[in-house]
């Protein structure tokens, strides 16, 4: 434990409201899996499971269909909205604009302990692509991006980042296994994005870099499902 020093003020944070607890509890949730695109969202069942009145969690499921979480539907309630075929890319768009803005904001603050821990995680990022797991992959690229955008100074735009980050978790679409040698060629890109941060470059080169990094990744898929749907019209074709 640690010893408050003589003379040291102790700083508290507020305490959070009931609404916010139950917000970020359904969030969590809601980003981690345990509640389903489609699943239903019953408020006596997360009352009792968590000893908070049924007030603040429909404040909080309000708050979640205003942000394009959650559906309320009439005579059924509240469900975990599904995304369509296109949220990925949709989404994958937007965070390419949001990213390359923020990493172009964060470079100057970045350390030379930050650039390394961003390198360290690529290292094990190859390792987790040979060992073809693509959970940890996948975690390690989200903690990679965020080491290098995360000193941005703009809190806005994180908090929009991060939601958008959120947004292609909830919809689970693995880029890199959609599209044959897109991860291997994506921490070449890694490299080559943290040595431009450390050579000093300007805002606009690491921006449009940036960006472009999540735009490959959008090609390659892109590429790959029309290939795919040539494919499969064809073989019905001649079936």
């Known amino acids: 434990m640690a010893i ?65 979480w959650v559906e309320i539907i009439p005579n059924v309630g509240a469900i975990v909205r599904r995304f369509d075929g296109g949220a990925w890319h949709r989404t994958l768009r937007l965070l390419s604009r949001l ?13 030379a302990d930050d650039l390394t821990a961003a390198r360290e995680l690529n290292e094990q ?59 291997l060629k994506a921490l070449e890109e890694h490299d080559e994005l943290v040595t431009l941060i450390e050579s000093g470059a300007d805002f606009d080169e690491i921006e449009a870099t940036a960006r472009a990094h999540e735009v490959h990744t959008l090609t390659a898929v892109e590429t790959q499902d029309v290939q795919h749907r040539v494919a499969t019209f064809t073989d019905s074709s001649v079936a």
């Not at 408020?43 to 205003?66: F, K, T």
């Not at 904001?105 to 350390?111: C, E, F, H, K, M």
């Not at 994180?158 to 991860?183: H, T």
């Open 99 to 111: 990213e390359g803005l923020a990493t172009a904001l964060s470079a100057p603050n970045l350390t």
């Open 125 to 183: 990022m190859r390792e987790a692509l040979q060992n073809f797991d693509t959970t940890t992959f996948g975690q390690l690229n989200r903690q990679f991006h965020a080491v290098l955008y995360a000193k941005c100074d703009d809190d806005h735009l994180l908090a929009l980042l991060e939601a958008e980050w959120m947004r292609m978790q909830v919809i689970r679409r693995s880029a890199f296994w959609s599209a044959p040698g897109r991860a």
């Open 4 to 68: 408050q020093e003589a003379g040291e003020t102790k700083k508290s944070e507020p305490a959070k409201s009931k609404s916010e607890q139950a917000y970020e509890i359904l969030k969590a949730r809601i980003a981690d899996g345990t509640f389903v695109p489609g699943f239903r969202l019953v408020i006596d069942q997360v009352s009792r499971e968590y000893g908070i009145s049924s007030g603040p969690w429909r404040e909080s499921l309000r708050r979640l269909e205003a942000e394009g």
